[in-house]
């Protein structure tokens, strides 16, 4: 997605100049993210890394589960106070054995503007501040559970605009990281590839 479209589509203004993401994004990667800063008047699109850098694992924490987001403290914080929109087209889940699984690519079949719910907060790694975010998972609706246990918490419309409001009620916030209740439709991109 063009960044100057999605500026448009999600009423935001471009924070950064230039904006250089692949069409495909992978944990640690940039992405652009949408916030808006309860000290500011307008949301902003930036770029951000995706994933959380903790010092007590060596993985990056790439997704948030709905159902504890408020609870952990690797998450809370964030949950309560650093929300943001990770605007897409297309993601992809995996299924099958291990060293032969098949990748598919689920389209959200929906007219309106519609985006991944996540958090972000700050990290200190190898001695510079870097700002990066979560994604949020869910139960599956039924279409994605066909293929997958979980699904990203997607979410539309006016919902988009209630997750990014800093008044939000909490209460309110968790009944918007629900299944997708839209359509959703996916097909298979492929088996594996075993790399050496």
Do not use: C
Not at 102 to 117: G, H, I, L, N, Q
Not at 177 to 185: A, C, D, Y
Request: aromatic content about 14%; charged content about 30%.
């Amino acid at each position: 997605m063009d960044a100057k479209l999605m500026a448009r589509l999600f009423n935001a203004i471009l924070a950064d100049r230039e904006f250089n993401f692949n069409k495909e994004i992978y944990p640690s990667e940039q992405a652009p993210v949408i916030i808006h800063n309860p000290k500011e008047s307008e949301r902003k699109i930036g770029q951000m890394h995706w994933g959380f850098k903790t010092n007590y694992s060596s993985k990056l924490l790439i997704n948030a589960r709905s159902e504890t987001i408020d609870q952990k403290p690797t998450f809370k914080d964030s949950f309560y106070n650093r929300r943001l929109i990770v605007p897409f087209t297309d993601y992809f889940e995996w299924k099958g054995p291990k060293g032969n699984k098949t990748k598919y690519r689920f389209s959200v079949e929906e007219d309106s503007p519609y985006a991944f719910a996540g958090i972000y907060n700050k990290f200190k790694i190898k001695d510079r501040t870097q700002w990066r975010y979560s994604l949020i998972t869910t139960e599956p609706n039924p279409k994605a559970a066909e293929i997958h246990n979980r699904m990203p918490a997607i979410l539309t419309d006016n919902n988009i605009n209630r997750w990014l409001d800093p008044d939000s009620e909490p209460s309110v916030l968790k009944k918007l990281l629900r299944p997708f209740p839209g359509n959703l439709s996916y097909q298979p991109e492929g088996p594996e590839q075993l790399k050496f």
